[in-house]
């Protein structure tokens, strides 16, 4: 099997049609890859680790030209628990709802580099959570 090499710059400054083909290449260099039922449609999970970064890469149907390519920046209180701090939640949504109305195409799921993990990627400030009493 080739190994494949990619920088999180790479993944964060890459066109559509890049995303796309950084996902189909990294199924080459994959360590752990899953079918991924959700209430959106069948995905292809794949999993794999960028110099110490974990990314997450989903695929629905058989992505090709034209099909739409989306880049996720990891926001935990967005995305897990609907925080209206942001709209992180939102944005993933709304590109896993087009992946599948178009039949096919891409997310590419990665963590914020450096960030703090209460860190919204979103508006680039950590989320204020209240102190225990």
């Not at 794949?46 to 090709?64: F, K, M, Q, S």
């Not at 935990?76 to 944005?91: M, N, P």
Request: proline fraction near 5%.
């Amino acid at each position: 099997m080739r190994e494949i090499t990619v920088t999180l710059s790479e993944v964060i400054g890459a066109s559509g049609e890049e995303l796309r083909e950084l996902a189909l290449d990294r199924l080459l260099a994959e360590q752990e890859s899953c079918q991924l039922p959700t209430r959106d449609g069948q995905f292809h999970a794949v999993g794999y680790d960028a110099h110490n970064e974990l990314t997450l890469t989903l695929i629905h149907g058989r992505p090709g030209p034209g099909s739409p390519n989306h880049r996720h920046v990891r926001c935990l209180l967005g995305d897990t628990f609907g925080s209206l701090v942001c709209g992180c939640r939102e944005h993933l949504e709304d590109a896993i709802s087009e992946i599948t109305a178009a039949g096919s195409g891409t997310l590419v799921y990665v963590r914020p580099a450096g960030a703090d993990a209460l860190a919204c990627p979103g508006n680039g400030v950590a989320a204020a959570v209240p102190e225990a009493a």
